[in-house]
Structures are given as C-alpha cells and as structure tokens.
C-alpha cells in the first residue's frame, strides 16, 4: 500500500533548514499540529521523513531494524569515540554489544554503585561547605561536575581529581568541537585555518595517550579492578575466546563516558528546575526519600526499587525534556512506513520530544505530573509512546546504570537542600546532541542540615 506523503515545504528552502536544525523542538511541534507526525521535507539537500508517530518508530527501530543505519551526524561523533558501541554498524556492533553487555549485568552495577555511593558523599559534603547555609550556584555546571566525577570512577577508578579534572576538560573541549561541526556543516572548512581543528586534534592525542596509558598499565598489574574498565578487560567472545583490543577499550570508554555523562546531567538539571518549580511535588518526594534513607547518608542498591515516587519524578522529567531528544536513521534498502513508500538512502527524523508531548497520547502534555507513571496508571502501549532511551536492538546499553545513579544523586540533593529559583532568569532547552538548557539553570540552594561551625 503506497499512501500519498504529506509533504513540508513552507518558508522556502533556507528559512526551513535553518528552522529545521537551529529550532528543532519549535519546528516538530508545531508541525505536529499543522502538517501532521510523519512527512517528508527537503533537508541539506536530502530526503527527510520527520516523524513522532509511534508506529513508524517502532518499524524503524524494531520490526525493521536490520534494514537501518545510524544517519549521517553521527559520523562526526565517530572523531572523538571512534567505532564505539554508539557508532558502529552491522556484524561488529552485533559482536560489541554482545561483548560490553555483562558490563551492565545487575552484579557488576552493585560494584559500581558502591563507586557512586562514595563520589556522591564527597560530592554533597563539598557543596555543603561551599554554599555554607545557602547559595546560588548553577545547577546545570553542578550536574555536570558530579555525573563527570561519577563517570571517570566507574570507567577507570582514577582517584587522582587532578587527572580527572584535565581529562574532563580535554573531553569536554573535543566534544564541543564536534557538536560546533555537526551543527555548522557550512563552517567546517574554516576550522582548517582558524586552528579550531589544530586543537581538537592536541586535545584528542592527550585524550589517547591518557587513555591507552591506563590501559597498559592494568595489562601490566594484572590486577581484578571492579571499574567499567577491568570488566571490559575481562569480557571473553563466548564462541571465539577474543578479548578486546587496545582500541576497541579506547573506543568503548571514551563511548561510555560521552554517552553517559551529558545525558545523566541533563536529565538531573531539568528534574531539580521541576521540583524547584512543583514544591508539592517535591515535598512528596522528599517525604518517601526520608522514610528509605532514615539516618542514612545514601540508600543502599536494594533500597532504590523503594524509591518509587522518585523514578516517577525522574521518568516524568524525562518526558518532557528528554536529554536524547531526537534520533536520526538512514535506510539500506527502499521500505515502506505505516503505508508511505520511503526511497532508499533516506533519512528517517524521529523526535521523541514531541512523541512525548502529543496529546493525542498525553492528557494535558505540558503538565509535570509524575503520578502518570504509577504503575497502575500506565497504558499498556506507553513503552511505545516513551523513549528517552531508545526502543530496539540499539536501546541505551546504560539505562540501569542512569537510573541507579540519577535516584542516588536525586535523593541525596532532596535529603540535604532546598531548592529555590533565581527570579528572572531566562530558562529555555537548547537541543545540541542531548537536551540542555540554554543558560544554565541557577538556583538558591538552602542547606536542610546545620553545618557545624
Ligand atoms: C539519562 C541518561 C541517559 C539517556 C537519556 C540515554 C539515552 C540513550 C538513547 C536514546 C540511546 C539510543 C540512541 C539511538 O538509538 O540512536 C542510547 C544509546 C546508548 N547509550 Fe545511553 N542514555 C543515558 C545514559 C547512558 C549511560 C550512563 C551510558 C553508559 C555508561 C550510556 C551508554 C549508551 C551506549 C553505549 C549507547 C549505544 C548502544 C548501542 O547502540 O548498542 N547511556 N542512550
């Protein structure tokens, strides 16, 4: 059956691009109401299908998964991860996933929990002493520090922070330099001659040698480290015995670190802006975070499944700023989606923001309500109709890890302060690779324990 496409060409070629890939989130929206949720555009001189309809997505990412690629923009991330589990393709990213899979075994999450138990005591003390009673600081730039301390003592167990400080700051600059090319793909070539290049390519050689030193170095020691480093070191190709090489450990942990950091960080600023902004909310779950943690600093791993209400925060924030908000595919061969013919080499747009603001499967979408994702009240098809991480073979490797680590940090913060909007402030997401906000988020932060004078 060949349907005939409903098509998007308003506002002449270079307004809509621009429209397209500086507004994304604007644009899917109020497409969704005046064109529809699956329809083509000419993009960059492409096919582009933009959908948030479900059903489609569910083709791509899962019926007919086999027959899809990641789309092109992800090349540009293959500069600084190389072919790691987010950017390879076909038999090699069957046999990676395969390998790196026992890493996120609920046992090996126990490990790196008690990891994260740490970081984030020494984290909340530190915060505490820096703000005193109270003070402003910037969630989003907070989020960032903590997720980044977590992330680098769960890939590599370095407890230098001086290290950790330059191997953030170096991933950090390489991926800027990335999402600015992904971003400007008509500037690329100035970056030959205004050194921008020179320097992402400085950055990435101190990132390899830094990386490959530890590596050899664990090779040497022979030591059994519970870090997400030694468990790669230690996966075995169940039918062939292989091991991982250097580079394929390079380009895991460096995959690892810049799929799990950002994201974990965004989804922690928008949910402390939402609760700053829904005090009921946040009392609610201050409440139950209270009756689990009693006179403990963290909650233990099997205390997490307690923290109900506190997933239905963490979730219903993700539904509304989903810190990967889009996902781009490219097809093999030419397909047919819910009864519209696609040619081959097409790029298919797939906006999970929007899926999840549609009121055609939200009541009231733009309402913060966690209560919708209490158990009894989920749909059965929402899995369908929410994907912060992903649906299919290509799901997010990471998710449990994610979600221990933001209910860690989230209860934590909302056992230790209260959270207070700076008035007038300019709040808006910006969506580069993931779902930030634009400037920042600044908060005044009350300290709910007295510090010892
Ligand atoms: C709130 C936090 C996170 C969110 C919202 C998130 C979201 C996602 C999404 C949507 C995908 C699928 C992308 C696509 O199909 O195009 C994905 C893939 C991936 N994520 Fe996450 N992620 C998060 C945290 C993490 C963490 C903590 C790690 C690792 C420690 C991680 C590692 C990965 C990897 C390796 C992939 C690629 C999987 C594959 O293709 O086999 N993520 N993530």
Not at 96 to 125: D, G, I, S, W
Request: glycine share 4%; with cysteine.
């Amino acid at each position: 059956m060949n349907k005939a496409i409903p098509k998007y060409t308003g506002e002449g070629f270079f307004k809509r691009n621009a429209a397209f890939f500086t507004d994304s989130l604007n644009f899917t929206m109020r497409n969704l109401k005046e064109v529809g949720d699956f329809y083509y555009s000419n993009m960059m001189m492409r096919n582009y299908y933009i959908t948030s309809n479900p059903e489609a997505i569910h083709h791509v990412l899962v019926t007919n998964h086999r027959n899809y690629i990641k789309s092109p923009a992800y090349q540009q991330l293959k500069m600084v991860i190389g072919n790691g589990l987010v950017t390879s393709e076909g038999e090699f990213w069957r046999k990676q996933r395969r390998l790196v899979q026992p890493a996120f075994y609920k046992k090996q999450l126990v490990e790196l929990y008690n990891v994260m138990q740490e970081e984030v005591q020494a984290y909340e003390t530190g915060l505490r002493n820096r703000i005193q009673k109270e003070g402003t600081v910037d969630l989003s730039v907070e989020m960032t520090k903590i997720t980044a301390d977590i992330v680098c003592r769960t890939l590599f167990t370095s407890d230098n922070s001086s290290d950790q400080q330059t191997l953030y700051q170096a991933i950090g600059a390489a991926q800027e330099f990335v999402v600015f090319c992904m971003q400007n793909p008509h500037l690329v070539p100035l970056t030959y001659i205004n050194g921008k290049r020179r320097k992402f390519y400085k950055n990435k050689a101190f990132l390899d040698q830094t990386i490959y030193a530890l590596i050899e170095e664990r090779r040497k020691s022979k030591q059994d480290i519970p870090d997400l480093l030694g468990m790669l070191m230690n996966v075995e190709d169940a039918d062939t015995g292989e091991v991982m090489s250097n580079q394929q450990l390079r380009d895991e942990v460096m995959t690892m670190y810049i799929a799990g950091q950002e994201t974990s960080a965004n989804a922690l600023s928008w949910t402390l802006y939402l609760l700053a902004k829904h005090p009921e909310v946040l009392e609610k779950m201050r409440a139950e975070v209270q009756l689990v943690l009693g006179n403990n600093r963290t909650p233990a791993f099997q205390e997490l499944m307690r923290l109900q209400y506190t997933r239905q925060v963490l979730e219903e924030s993700m539904r509304l700023y989903p810190p990967v908000w889009s996902m781009g595919r490219e097809n093999l061969e030419a397909d047919n989606i819910i009864g519209y013919d696609i040619p081959k080499g097409s790029i298919i747009f797939i906006s999970n923001y929007t899926l999840q603001r549609d009121p055609k499967y939200w009541e009231d979408p733009e309402k913060f309500d966690p209560d919708r994702f209490h158990l009894e009240r989920l749909k059965p098809l929402f899995r369908q109709h929410y994907l912060p991480f992903g649906a299919g073979p290509r799901m997010c490797i990471g998710k449990h890890f994610a979600m221990m680590e933001m209910q860690l940090i989230l209860s934590v913060l909302v056992n230790n302060f209260n959270f207070e909007l700076i008035q007038d402030q300019e709040i808006i997401p910006q969506a580069l690779v993931t779902l930030k906000p634009k400037f920042g988020i600044k908060m005044k932060l009350k300290s709910l324990v007295s510090v010892p004078a």
